[in-house]
């Protein structure tokens, strides 16, 4: 690659007025419901999210006050089930997840030295979506309809037939809605970190913390469809009777556990890695030093996204799986140890070839150490069955989790937070409150779960609301009590303490820290821009702020940002990114009324939800494509690069390759879901099915047939294969409706649930393939789709390849199932 050669610099207080004009929001009310930037988005996150660990932690407070003594009469048993269900769904979907969501959306861009995330109004419908479903939570919790199934929601306890009421759906529901944000940022930050860095930056030059941030979002992208999958699926039954977990009609509660621990165990290093992630951005600072073994750190990273996959079955030891299975899922459970042990050694390593400062996000640091690898040597213990059967479900379990997600996210979440701040608001911290917080949270950690690991071995089971008045239990369930609000005194003071700072901290100067990192190369508080220019290799803020970096300033009026090659990090071209929108909040309110109707039993009126989603997404298209043809654009001295609709590889088609492996993953979970109902559940094989095999898979082998002719007429003449294209796919959605009617009663048993859920599916996507071939018409009419300018064509053509390789699969397992059965 030429070397990029920088421009001559400019007027810095000119190009940040420039800029701050396009890229900022309006004042008031209308600013914050259409912003679309991501250092607000991100901040927002993080603050919701601390605001729902505080809900969850006064909801610890109260579990704590019913366990000091044994016959507690602070809480009644239906209350004490709502609330110990709520504080682990607040803390592991409202405040765990969100707040990595949240610090990744801030600091990424700032890091890989780009302008804004890749998809700015996807993420702020992540941001609705997750405020609208998190306030629905909150609402059941206020109105006493809260969950009350654990945060695991076991069938058949969450079935129809044990929880009749609707606070089962609030969590299927509630969840599911939030999911839409997870995985949202999944795709946002997957595609920046790929596709939107510095020029020039290559991968094996990214800051750790990409590296950690990357392999999150991948583990997002496959971790988070299993649960989604798991609760529609449970949905559907509670709402219509289909029997996919019922035992009786073919069903198996156990698939509800594989499903949700194909999500739940990848959780704990979803939660864990951007922690690490920011700890080896920040100890390297505290240290005075470089971090030691990036190579290795990075194949810890991939080797941890790896192995998370392999271990779910660790969670169900006890439920009679065969010994073969039970020795290789102990041995993957143990090796997991490995790359985690590789990340710390290379932390020690660190501290010991620099000259550590015990400043506050040190001291934040150590209690990571101090407690995280603690809850990896219990982790190591629960990994050997036989210890896993005598420790199963007793409050030992209880500190092992809190020890792995205070330890391992917590604490460093506190140490970034310290770290971070002055970025956040431009001003330092105001000594004092801090180190005494810090110890108050240590102390009041160990002293409320180290004693928790001997009450678990004196047999005390989790999950309960009294217990006998056995001496072993009284004293240590009282301890922990007593230390829980120690701990809660100590939260308060951290927040009093990043309060004072926000409101009366003394202005920070430029990179406070003398980290020499790209995100502090930028004014603080960070712009709305972030830097003025995008980087060169070398250069620093003053020259960035110049302009003498590609892109200065905005000349052109809009929001622009190079997009380079995801391996060598060389310019591709320029994407033009929206401004604030007011479509995010509209189509988050829309789906949050779906939901809402769901939860009240309106079936009927909520397919006219689902239709008004549609058609909220619809005008999301206005902004896609360009009816003019820009040519190249200068970026620098020497280079040109062409605007994106006039590309074939653009940010939409790595963003629709991330959401089909997330869509993919879900598919073969639905196909796992089959298998394992077919092998495993009793009450098969089905009963005899009335479908006419042989005609319904004639017609749909010519439909699948006429589409893939379609598909290639449009790879060839666009206009005529669409048009095609349009009138085979309506009529597939014809025929669906018509095999849905001829299909056996879906009630009758898994069978025949499981195939209409499958019809559904498909159908889905022949909807959204019929609008993606509707949009390139539209596209095509406008003078969007041209020639040099392709816009949405490569999205549908893609979209339609998946469609029919789902419908070809799912035809063919209906046939197999009809011949061999």
């Given amino acids: 690659m030429t070397p990029l050669q920088p421009n001559p610099p400019q007027c810095a207080l000119h190009l940040h007025r420039e800029l701050d004009r396009i890229w900022g929001r309006p004042r008031g009310l209308r600013g914050v419901l259409v912003s679309v930037n991501h ?14 660990f505080a809900i969850a932690g006064c909801l610890a407070m109260l579990i704590r006050a019913q366990l000091a003594t044994p016959a507690g009469a602070f809480l009644d048993t239906a209350l004490y089930n709502q609330f110990f269900t709520m504080h682990g769904s607040l803390m592991m979907f409202l405040f765990a997840i969100p707040m990595l969501e949240g610090l990744g959306m801030y600091l990424l861009p700032k890091m890989l030295g780009s302008r804004d995330l890749a998809f700015p109004r996807l993420s702020a419908l992540g941001w609705w979506c997750y405020l609208f479903g998190g306030l629905i939570i909150l609402s059941a919790l206020v109105a006493g309809i809260a969950p009350d199934g654990g945060w695991f929601m076991y069938t058949p306890l969450s079935s129809k037939t044990y929880s009749p009421g609707v606070n089962a759906d609030v969590w299927l529901l509630g969840v599911t ?3 839409i944000s997870a995985l949202a940022a999944a795709i946002e930050i997957t595609v920046t970190i790929l596709r939107m860095r510095a020029p020039g930056m290559k991968l094996t030059e990214m800051p750790l913390f990409a590296w950690y941030m990357l392999g999150t979002s991948a583990m997002m992208l496959v971790g988070f469809p299993p649960l989604i999958l798991a609760s529609v699926l449970l949905e559907i039954e509670r709402a219509f009777n289909w029997p996919f977990f019922d035992v009786m009609r073919g069903g198996d509660p156990l698939l509800w556990q594989h499903l949700f621990w194909l999500f739940g165990h990848p ?4 939660i864990f890695l951007p922690a690490a992630g920011a700890i080896s951005t920040i100890l390297p600072v505290m240290c005075r030093t470089t971090i030691m073994g990036y190579g290795a750190i990075v194949a810890a990273v ?28 102990s041995a993957a459970s143990a090796l997991v140890a490995v790359p985690t042990a590789v990340q710390i050694f290379a932390w020690i390593g660190t501290m010991w070839q620099g000259r550590p400062r015990m400043r506050l996000p040190m001291l934040h640091l150590m209690g990571f150490f101090s407690t ?5 040597l219990t982790g190591v213990m629960l990994a050997i069955v036989p210890f896993n059967w005598q420790a199963h479900d007793t409050a030992f379990v209880t500190a092992h989790l809190h020890y792995v997600l205070i330890g391992g996210f917590v604490f460093p979440m ?8 002055p970025l956040f608001t431009g001003r330092q911290a105001i000594k004092g409150l801090g180190p005494m917080a810090f110890w108050l949270i240590l102390i009041g950690f160990h002293g409320t779960f180290f004693i928790m690991h001997l009450t678990g071995l004196l047999g005390m089971p989790r999950r309960i609301d009294v217990y006998p008045d056995n001496p072993e239990w009284i004293w240590p369930n009282l301890v922990s009590s007593f230390f829980g609000f120690v701990m809660a005194a100590g939260f308060t003071l951290f927040a009093l303490d990043l309060l004072l700072q926000l409101l009366f901290g003394p202005k920070a100067g430029r990179d406070p820290w003398q980290a020499e990192s790209l995100e502090w190369a930028m004014p603080m508080p960070a712009p709305s821009y972030n830097i003025a220019s995008l980087p060169l290799p070398g250069q620093g803020a003053l020259q960035l702020a110049r302009g003498e970096g590609l892109l200065p300033g905005a000349p052109r009026q809009r929001r622009e940002t190079l997009v380079v090659d995801a391996i060598s990090g060389a310019p591709r071209h320029i994407a033009i990114l929206p401004g604030n929108s007011a479509l995010p909040i509209l189509t988050a309110a829309v789906i949050a009324g779906f939901v809402l ?25 206005r902004f896609m494509g360009s009816a003019v043809d820009e040519g190249m654009v200068s970026v620098a001295p020497r280079l040109s690069l062409p605007v994106n609709p006039g590309v074939q590889d653009g940010l939409a088609r790595t963003g629709l390759t991330c959401l089909l492996i997330a869509n993919g993953t879900l598919f073969a979970c639905f196909l796992f879901a089959i298998g394992f109902l077919s092998v495993i559940a009793p009450n098969w094989p089905a009963p005899e099915s009335g479908l006419a095999t042989i005609p319904v898979a004639a017609l749909a082998a010519v439909l699948i047939l006429a589409l893939i002719a379609a598909s290639g007429l449009a790879r060839i003449r666009l206009a005529a294969g669409v048009v095609v294209a349009l009138p085979v796919i309506l009529l597939g959605l014809g025929a669906t409706g018509g095999l849905a009617l001829l299909l056996d009663d879906p009630t009758r048993h898994a069978r025949d649930a499981l195939r209409a859920a499958g019809l559904g599916y498909v159908a889905l996507h022949c909807g959204i393939s019929g609008l993606l071939a509707l949009l390139c018409l539209v596209q095509r009419r406008d003078g969007r789709i041209v020639p040099g300018r ?15 390789a789902t419908a070809l699969i799912l035809t063919l397992l209906i046939a197999a199932q009809e011949v061999l059965t």
């Fill in 39 to 52: 250092s607000e988005l991100g901040l927002r996150f993080m603050v919701a999210a601390f605001i729902f």
């Fill in 177 to 179: 809605f939030v999911e």
């Fill in 267 to 270: 959780e704990v290093y979803i």
């Fill in 302 to 329: 991939l080797g941890l996204v790896f192995l998370s996959f392999g271990l779910w079955v660790h969670h169900m030891f006890t439920v009679g799986i065969p010994h073969m299975a039970l020795a290789f899922f």
């Fill in 372 to 376: 995280f690898v603690m809850g990896g």
């Fill in 414 to 421: 506190m140490a970034a937070a310290v770290y971070w701040m």
């Fill in 597 to 621: 109707l769901m939860l009240a039993g309106l079936y009927a009126l909520a397919l006219f939800g689902l239709i008004a989603i549609a058609a909220m997404l619809w005008q999301w298209h």
């Fill in 790 to 804: 392709i816009s949405a064509w490569p999205v549908w053509r893609i979209w339609q390849d998946y469609t029919l």
